[in-house]
Every structure is written in structure tokens, then in C-alpha cells.
């Protein structure tokens, strides 16, 4: 005889698992996580939001990476890094300095391979390829970008040029020697190498022989340049010591950067990739070595088996660094400062990161896995004295593939909760965000995934303060837009890339003639011709009429064919009020034959195709300015397959029958809820017809309902489909399930 048991899902604080999750009941997870959790916001008591919508904040003028800029709490900025250019938006979207082409030495295809730091009023950016980069903020809403140089000593200055305070390294091989033609300071010196080492880009460059510097200024060939000397060599050489600048237009510039312990660090050179080098204490254009002392700069390479490439730093209790072979801290005591004597690197773990800047999370740093796959933690145990490198996604792995922008956003004392987004670029993923969610003090730990509107794609990401904004590439009729756009906090705003819509105005239409009757009606002071279904009132007259058929007769005057019959003879000149269909002009963002949703309060009035000039009618809308139009998304909760322990095991591929579901809902409207394998689709609560002017009431509490047929893997899905909001906090099931025939005698 059939047996029924109850399965309840209390929460699903562990979001979206791994669909290999799907028969390991013994993992506490199963049971707190679903098959599916997209575009939902993982709430602290266990229950599901349904995700912050987008609203438009600004047109961004091409392709763009968005990196922020804090200067003070309210004084912040969001920089726009785009092919050669910076534009730089306020929290509100205004542009507040725009088409910055000085010294942007990115292209479009190097924007997800910046590193960038920010001191005080100035943002370092560095790219292995191009010279280092420094926007600095000099007012409130003014910013200059230029490049990054060295100091120089200008009292030891030959010919114009002064000695430099940079950091060299002997790239050519240890047997090549160099000779001078004179030891002593001057110009005009020539240098030979016994090898060939150099090329005409040396020129303009730094050199040191002997620890004594020179400058280039010619170039002769492969083996020979001229070059001043700035420091006098001591001899002739021949000088197997002898070394060129680390970084340059030859050799590349460093792909890391930070500030750490008051000095800033650059790191991964593209030709010497595990170099480290450090400015000297509290001065951050100078890395002059000079004897060694505890405040002077700092010129090392982490040796290892393997040459391993620095990525990324990050400034934590130790100085982090991230390269594709593994993962390094150098070690510090809590009182006293790195210096050339103490510095050292520990190999921690072996992981390797990606290109994706790390960030700090939740007391730990967490990056990517260079192959893309993973997301790990890089957190400290004060136990064991040493850092370890734990997956964060290896029950949900799924949600993750090769992100290329990270960032996360903290919460406050009355929601401790820290979310991590990596925005992925991989192909089964791309333009799509893993939203992480975390709260450590209760073990509380899940993933989501959010994407937009089909066929669009996030395209990069970024947090300021408590607002997260995105960058979002909007396939339209006539193309393709990046537009910047802010999730809400909540979900009072239901659709993506949200605008409100200004009524437009027709001008003063009024009855022509006062002989009108029957169904037609002429009217003329109208400076736009009316639209099918609109509905009006005439002066004296309650009565709504529809338009059927517009023809227009002459300027400004229009024939219209009524849905009804006149109840009187309107006087002339009587005054129309449209009441219904009011034309609505839309932001150019979305353009003629782009279909957008419309939502007004808490009702959704439908999809509809932007016409002329930027304007839907909505035959249902209120004539107020409110009206939120944007691009709906659709929410998808699936659960695990619905399993039971009972006396014999798990009922794990056993056909069973969810005789009845209850769902435990808070403020929710046109919910879907089905179950796999079966055809039917029960629909929960579905909106009303819309009553222009107020808001429908959404319904919350238990909501009970049956479902028929068998399955070997039954879940529950719950969708959304309209635009408006959602939480669902829980679930109860109840399993049908045939008795083994072992144990009925």
C-alpha cells in the first residue's frame, strides 16, 4: 500500500549546488540548496528575494571596464576606462569629467588585464605593455591623467640628465660584458658590449655599469651605443656587472601593483615576471637601493622551481601575492616594517590565480583558480601559522567559468551578511554574475547566479559605498550600447535598466463644429495625431469613449470613429480629456521596435514595442509620470530532487509522487509552480486586472496545492514571469511513495 512521508525545506541559504549534487542526500547542503537559484537574492533568515533590479544611470560612450574611486564616504566616483579614453560618473550616473584621451594608454582588448591601486587622491594603473598610469583627482569633479616616472637625483645631473631613482636588472646573460671608452663622467662615451645586447630603443634609456649609472643617447649597433656617464665607473671594464632599467619600453612594465607597509609595490615585469620591487618608505616615486638600509627600496624575484608570474598583490596582515603557479605571502611581524634585509616569499598553495583582481572578503582574500573553475579563499589560520587556500564553490561549481571582474560589497550590524560577484566570461557563462553569499560567525554559505534580459550580458562590475554597478552591453534594433547601471538594495524596483516615463502632451484637443453625433467626432487643437484606444472624456460629459479609427482631416484636426455612440451633442469647442492610453515618451536608451515592460506601483501593465519618436501607449495606464518601464528577467528556484530517508534508505530512484506542496510566501504576485516531469503548470497567484490609479496588494502566508503523477526525480520549480516582487521563505512537501512488498507482510 502506497506510504506517505513529508519533506520540508526549511531554507535555502546554500542557493544553486552542482547538478552532481543530485543524489548526495548525506550532504547537509542537499537539503538547504536547490537544482536551480537564478536571479535571486539569498536573504540572512534562509528565504529567497527575488534579485535587485538594474536603473539606468548613464550612455557610456563605447566599451568600458568601471573601477571605483573613493575619496572620501561622500565623495566617491566611478571611473569608466574605455579604448584610450576615461570618463568618470558620479554615484547618480552624472558624468562629472568626460573624454579624458591624455596619456589613457589602454585599448579595449587590455581593459580586464589592468591592475589598479588607489592612495589617497591617485589611482596607479598598470599593464604589462604600457608605461604606468596616474589619474589624480585635483577638485571635485577634475582628474588628470599622466605617466608614471621615477625620481631623479638632480644633483648628480651630466649634460642635462640627471641620475634616476628606479630599479634595474641584468637581463642579457651573466658572460656578456660591457667596456667604456672613458670611466670618468661625461658625454660622448661609447659603450661596447662583447655580445649583442642592445637595440635603437635603448636610446633614452638608463644603464648601470658597475653600480654607476649612464644614460644612452646613441645607438651604433647590436654591440656599440654612446652614452653619458652620470657617475664615474671606477674603470674602464671590461664589466660583467652591468645592468638596464627592470622596467621600459623594452622590457615591459609591471602588471601589479599595491600599497602596503608605506611604500608602493609593483610587481610581474613582462620580461623578469617574479620580480618584486618596492619604493622606499613614504616615498612612492623613489627605489633607490642605496646601501641597504630598512627605509630604502627593495629589488628582489621570488625564486622558485618554476618561474612564477606575479598577478596580482594584496595588502592584508602580510603583503599577498597571487601568481600563476601559486600562492605567496612575505612574512612581517606585527612592530616592524619590511625591509631589503628581512624581506622573504612563502609558497603557501599551488593553485595559481587568473587575471581577475582578487579582493578581501569576509577576513579572507578570495580569488580565482587560473584555470577559472574555482573560487578560493586565501585566509590565514592562526592555528596552523600559515595560510591555506579553501574552495569556496566546490558545491557549486557550475556558477563559475573564468570571471574576469571581481567585487563584493559588505553589510552593517543589522545584516551581516557579505555578498562576493565574480562576473564570468567563459562561454557556457559569459555576461552572466555568481553571486556569493556569506555570513562566516553562522556558517552560513551560497551561491546564485543573476543575468539579464536574453541576449544581453553583464560586462563588467563594480561596488562604491553600498550601491553595485555594472556595466551592461544592451543589444538593440539599431545595435549595440554599453549602458552603467545601479542594482537597487531591494526589490521595489522589478525590471532591469529601469527608467520612468514623462506622459506626453498632445496640446489642447477640443470638439470642432458641435454638430458631431453618432459614433464619429471631430476635433481639431491637437498637435499630435490621437492613438487607437485611447480612451476620452468630452466637457459635461462622463461618458468614455474609445478611439477605434483615426483619419486626419487637416492640421490639427482629426475625425475619430467612436467605440460608441454620442450620448449628447457636444458643444463646440468643448474641451477632450484623455483618461486611458496616454502616450508615455521613454529614455532614447531604448529604441523603436525595442519591447520593454512597463510597471506601475506594485501592478505590471505588460510588454510593449517602443514606437516614433521613443513613445508606448499604454492602453491600461494611469496617466501619471510614474510609470517604470525597463527589461524583464525571470527568477527560477528548482529544488533538489525531492528524496526521504525511510527504513529501508533513501527512496533515490524510486517513482514517488509529490501529492501536495505548501509554499510560504511574502509579498508575491503571478507566481508560477510546477514539478518535473509533468506537464502541468499550476499557477499560484496570479495579478488581477490592474485598477488604474492604485496598487494591487500582494499575497503573502501558506498557499497549499496538489500536483499528480510520478516521477523518479520529482522537484518543485517556482517562476516568476511578471516583473514584480518576491520572496519565497520556504517549502513543504508531501511524498507519496509505494511500500517495499517485503515489508507490508
Same mark, same amino acid.
Given at each position: 500500500?502506497?506510504?506517505?512521508?513529508?519533506?520540508?525545506?526549511?531554507?535555502?541559504?546554500?542557493?544553486?549546488?552542482?547538478?552532481?549534487?543530485?543524489?548526495?542526500?548525506?550532504?547537509?547542503?542537499?537539503?538547504?540548496?536547490?537544482?536551480?537559484?537564478?536571479?535571486?537574492?539569498?536573504?540572512?533568515?534562509?528565504?529567497?528575494?527575488?534579485?535587485?533590479?538594474?536603473?539606468?544611470?548613464?550612455?557610456?560612450?563605447?566599451?568600458?571596464?568601471?573601477?571605483?574611486?573613493?575619496?572620501?564616504?561622500?565623495?566617491?566616483?566611478?571611473?569608466?576606462?574605455?579604448?584610450?579614453?576615461?570618463?568618470?560618473?558620479?554615484?547618480?550616473?552624472?558624468?562629472?569629467?568626460?573624454?579624458?584621451?591624455?596619456?589613457?594608454?589602454?585599448?579595449?582588448?587590455?581593459?580586464?588585464?589592468?591592475?589598479?591601486?588607489?592612495?589617497?587622491?591617485?589611482?596607479?594603473?598598470?599593464?604589462?605593455?604600457?608605461?604606468?598610469?596616474?589619474?589624480?583627482?585635483?577638485?571635485?569633479?577634475?582628474?588628470?591623467?599622466?605617466?608614471?616616472?621615477?625620481?631623479?637625483?638632480?644633483?648628480?645631473?651630466?649634460?642635462?640628465?640627471?641620475?634616476?631613482?628606479?630599479?634595474?636588472?641584468?637581463?642579457?646573460?651573466?658572460?656578456?660584458?660591457?667596456?667604456?671608452?672613458?670611466?670618468?663622467?661625461?658625454?660622448?662615451?661609447?659603450?661596447?658590449?662583447?655580445?649583442?645586447?642592445?637595440?635603437?630603443?635603448?636610446?633614452?634609456?638608463?644603464?648601470?655599469?658597475?653600480?654607476?649609472?649612464?644614460?644612452?643617447?646613441?645607438?651604433?649597433?647590436?654591440?656599440?651605443?654612446?652614452?653619458?656617464?652620470?657617475?664615474?665607473?671606477?674603470?674602464? @671594464?671590461?664589466?660583467?656587472?652591468?645592468?638596464?632599467?627592470?622596467?621600459?619600453?623594452?622590457?615591459?612594465?609591471?602588471?601589479?601593483?599595491?600599497?602596503?607597509?608605506?611604500?608602493?609595490?609593483?610587481?610581474?615585469?613582462?620580461?623578469?615576471?617574479?620580480?618584486?620591487?618596492?619604493?622606499?618608505?613614504?616615498?612612492?616615486?623613489?627605489?633607490?637601493?642605496?646601501?641597504?638600509?630598512?627605509?630604502?627600496?627593495?629589488?628582489?624575484?621570488?625564486?622558485?622551481?618554476?618561474?612564477?608570474?606575479?598577478?596580482?598583490?594584496?595588502?592584508?596582515?602580510?603583503?599577498?601575492?597571487?601568481?600563476?603557479?601559486?600562492?605567496?605571502?612575505?612574512?612581517?611581524?606585527?612592530?616592524?616594517?619590511?625591509?631589503?634585509?628581512?624581506?622573504?616569499?612563502?609558497?603557501?598553495?599551488?593553485?595559481?590565480?587568473?587575471?581577475?583582481?582578487?579582493?578581501?572578503?569576509? @577576513?579572507?582574500?578570495?580569488?580565482?583558480?587560473?584555470?577559472?573553475?574555482?573560487?578560493?579563499?586565501?585566509?590565514?589560520?592562526?592555528?596552523?601559522?600559515?595560510?591555506?587556500?579553501?574552495?569556496?564553490?566546490?558545491?557549486?561549481?557550475?556558477?563559475?567559468?573564468?570571471?574576469?571582474?571581481?567585487?563584493?560589497?559588505?553589510?552593517?550590524?543589522?545584516?551581516?551578511?557579505?555578498?562576493?560577484?565574480?562576473?564570468?566570461?567563459?562561454?557556457?557563462?559569459?555576461?552572466?554574475?555568481?553571486?556569493?553569499?556569506?555570513?562566516?560567525?553562522?556558517?552560513?554559505?551560497?551561491?546564485?547566479?543573476?543575468?539579464?534580459?536574453?541576449?544581453?550580458?553583464?560586462?563588467?562590475?563594480?561596488?562604491?559605498?553600498?550601491?553595485?554597478?555594472?556595466?551592461?552591453?544592451? #543589444?538593440?534594433?539599431?545595435?549595440?550600447?554599453?549602458?552603467?547601471?545601479?542594482?537597487?538594495?531591494?526589490?521595489?524596483?522589478?525590471?532591469?535598466?529601469?527608467?520612468?516615463?514623462?506622459?506626453?502632451?498632445?496640446?489642447?484637443?477640443?470638439?470642432?463644429?458641435?454638430?458631431?453625433?453618432?459614433?464619429?467626432?471631430?476635433?481639431?487643437?491637437?498637435?499630435?495625431?490621437?492613438?487607437?484606444?485611447?480612451?476620452?472624456?468630452?466637457?459635461?460629459?462622463?461618458?468614455?469613449?474609445?478611439?477605434?479609427?483615426?483619419?486626419?482631416?487637416?492640421?490639427?484636426?482629426?475625425?475619430?470613429?467612436?467605440?460608441?455612440?454620442?450620448?449628447?451633442?457636444?458643444?463646440?469647442?468643448?474641451?477632450?480629456? #484623455?483618461?486611458?492610453?496616454?502616450?508615455?515618451?521613454?529614455?532614447?536608451?531604448?529604441?523603436?521596435?525595442?519591447?520593454?515592460?512597463?510597471?506601475?506601483?506594485?501592478?505590471?501593465?505588460?510588454?510593449?514595442?517602443?514606437?516614433?519618436?521613443?513613445?508606448?501607449?499604454?492602453?491600461?495606464?494611469?496617466?501619471?509620470?510614474?510609470?517604470?518601464?525597463?527589461?524583464?528577467?525571470?527568477?527560477?528556484?528548482?529544488?533538489?530532487?525531492?528524496?526521504?530517508?525511510?527504513?529501508?534508505?533513501?527512496?533515490?530512484?524510486?517513482?514517488?509522487?509529490?501529492?501536495?506542496?505548501?509554499?510560504?510566501?511574502?509579498?508575491?504576485?503571478?507566481?508560477?509552480?510546477?514539478?518535473?516531469?509533468?506537464?502541468?503548470?499550476?499557477?499560484?497567484?496570479?495579478?488581477?486586472?490592474?485598477?488604474?490609479?492604485?496598487?494591487?496588494?500582494?499575497?503573502?502566508?501558506?498557499?497549499?496545492?496538489?500536483?499528480?503523477?510520478?516521477?523518479?526525480?520529482?522537484? #518543485?520549480?517556482?517562476?516568476?514571469?511578471?516583473?514584480?516582487?518576491?520572496?519565497?521563505?520556504?517549502?513543504?512537501?508531501?511524498?507519496?511513495?509505494?511500500?517495499?512488498?517485503?515489508?507490508?507482510?
Amino acid at each position: 500500500m502506497p506510504r506517505k512521508v513529508r519533506q520540508v525545506f526549511t531554507n535555502f541559504s546554500a542557493g544553486e549546488l552542482n547538478p552532481l549534487l543530485n543524489a548526495r542526500t548525506d550532504a547537509k547542503a542537499y537539503f538547504e540548496g536547490a537544482r536551480q537559484c537564478k536571479n535571486w537574492y539569498l536573504l540572512d533568515e534562509g528565504g529567497v528575494m527575488r534579485r535587485p533590479a538594474t536603473q539606468f544611470t548613464a550612455e557610456l560612450p563605447a566599451e568600458a571596464r568601471i573601477i571605483p574611486f573613493i575619496f572620501a564616504e561622500d565623495e566617491v566616483a566611478i571611473f569608466a576606462l574605455s579604448n584610450n579614453r576615461l570618463d568618470v560618473y558620479n554615484s547618480s550616473g552624472t558624468a562629472i569629467s568626460a573624454n579624458i584621451t591624455s596619456n589613457c594608454n589602454w585599448t579595449t582588448a587590455q581593459l580586464f588585464e589592468l591592475s589598479y591601486a588607489q592612495f589617497a587622491d591617485t589611482v596607479f594603473i598598470c599593464h604589462r605593455n604600457n608605461p604606468i598610469v596616474q589619474i589624480k583627482r585635483t577638485g571635485a569633479s577634475a582628474f588628470t591623467v599622466s605617466l608614471y616616472s621615477f625620481e631623479t637625483d638632480d644633483d648628480v645631473t651630466v649634460g642635462g640628465v640627471s641620475k634616476t631613482l628606479q630599479p634595474f636588472y641584468k637581463y642579457a646573460d651573466s658572460s656578456v660584458t660591457v667596456t667604456l671608452s672613458a670611466h670618468a663622467t661625461g658625454t660622448g662615451r661609447t659603450l661596447t658590449a662583447s655580445a649583442n645586447a642592445f637595440s635603437a630603443s635603448y636610446v633614452n634609456t638608463y644603464l648601470k655599469v658597475n653600480d654607476k649609472q649612464c644614460f644612452v643617447t646613441g645607438f651604433t649597433s647590436a654591440t656599440v651605443v654612446t652614452v653619458t656617464v652620470l657617475e664615474d665607473t671606477v674603470t674602464v @671594464g671590461p664589466h660583467a656587472n652591468w645592468q638596464e632599467q627592470l622596467i621600459s619600453t623594452i622590457r615591459g612594465f609591471p602588471q601589479a601593483v599595491t600599497f602596503h607597509d608605506n611604500r608602493i609595490w609593483f610587481g610581474g615585469v613582462r620580461d623578469n615576471p617574479s620580480s618584486v620591487i618596492a619604493s622606499e618608505i613614504g616615498a612612492y616615486f623613489s627605489f633607490d637601493l642605496g646601501t641597504g638600509l630598512a627605509n630604502e627600496g627593495i629589488n628582489v624575484n621570488i625564486t622558485a622551481d618554476t618561474v612564477n608570474e606575479i598577478r596580482h598583490f594584496i595588502s592584508g596582515r602580510n603583503l599577498q601575492i597571487f601568481t600563476d603557479s601559486g600562492e605567496y605571502y612575505i612574512p612581517q611581524s606585527t612592530d616592524s616594517a619590511i625591509t631589503p634585509a628581512s624581506i622573504s616569499f612563502l609558497r603557501q598553495t599551488p593553485y595559481g590565480c587568473n587575471r581577475a583582481k582578487p579582493t578581501p572578503f569576509d @577576513g579572507a582574500t578570495i580569488f580565482t583558480s587560473k584555470n577559472g573553475k574555482s573560487i578560493r579563499e586565501y585566509v590565514f589560520s592562526d592555528l596552523e601559522q600559515a595560510y591555506k587556500s579553501n574552495s569556496i564553490s566546490v558545491l557549486s561549481s557550475q556558477v563559475i567559468d573564468n570571471p574576469k571582474d571581481i567585487t563584493m560589497m559588505t553589510g552593517n550590524e543589522e545584516r551581516p551578511e557579505q555578498f562576493a560577484y565574480f562576473l564570468n566570461s567563459g562561454t557556457t557563462l559569459d555576461g552572466q554574475i555568481g553571486v556569493f553569499h556569506s555570513i562566516r560567525d553562522e556558517k552560513i554559505a551560497g551561491w546564485t547566479i543573476w543575468n539579464t534580459k536574453t541576449n544581453d550580458k553583464f560586462h563588467s562590475i563594480t561596488s562604491v559605498n553600498e550601491f553595485l554597478f555594472v556595466v551592461t552591453k544592451r #543589444i538593440l534594433p539599431s545595435g549595440i550600447k554599453f549602458l552603467l547601471e545601479k542594482f537597487g538594495n531591494d526589490d521595489s524596483i522589478t525590471v532591469d535598466c529601469s527608467t520612468t516615463t514623462t506622459v506626453f502632451q498632445k496640446g489642447s484637443p477640443a470638439v470642432k463644429g458641435g454638430s458631431q453625433s453618432g459614433t464619429t467626432l471631430l476635433i481639431d487643437g491637437i498637435t499630435t495625431a490621437p492613438a487607437i484606444q485611447e480612451t476620452f472624456t468630452i466637457a459635461g460629459n462622463a461618458t468614455e469613449y474609445t478611439i477605434q479609427a483615426v483619419t486626419n482631416t487637416a492640421t490639427n484636426e482629426y475625425n475619430l470613429q467612436l467605440d460608441k455612440t454620442l450620448a449628447a451633442t457636444p458643444s463646440d469647442n468643448a474641451v477632450i480629456t #484623455i483618461v486611458k492610453g496616454f502616450i508615455h515618451t521613454v529614455n532614447s536608451i531604448y529604441e523603436q521596435n525595442n519591447v520593454i515592460e512597463a510597471v506601475f506601483g506594485n501592478g505590471a501593465l505588460g510588454s510593449y514595442t517602443v514606437g516614433a519618436s521613443n513613445r508606448i501607449t499604454l492602453a491600461n495606464a494611469p496617466q501619471p509620470t510614474g510609470v517604470r518601464v525597463g527589461y524583464n528577467f525571470t527568477p527560477i528556484l528548482e529544488t533538489m530532487p525531492i528524496d526521504k530517508e525511510i527504513d529501508t534508505g533513501p527512496l533515490t530512484g524510486q517513482p514517488r509522487r509529490i501529492n501536495k506542496a505548501i509554499i510560504d510566501i511574502s509579498g508575491g504576485l503571478d507566481v508560477t509552480m510546477k514539478a518535473a516531469d509533468l506537464t502541468s503548470k499550476e499557477l499560484i497567484i496570479q495579478q488581477a486586472d490592474f485598477n488604474i490609479g492604485t496598487d494591487l496588494s500582494s499575497v503573502g502566508g501558506k498557499k497549499e496545492f496538489t500536483f499528480l503523477g510520478y516521477s523518479k526525480s520529482p522537484t #518543485i520549480t517556482i517562476s516568476q514571469d511578471s516583473p514584480l516582487p518576491l520572496k519565497v521563505l520556504g517549502l513543504a512537501m508531501e511524498i507519496q511513495f509505494a511500500w517495499p512488498l517485503m515489508l507490508q507482510h
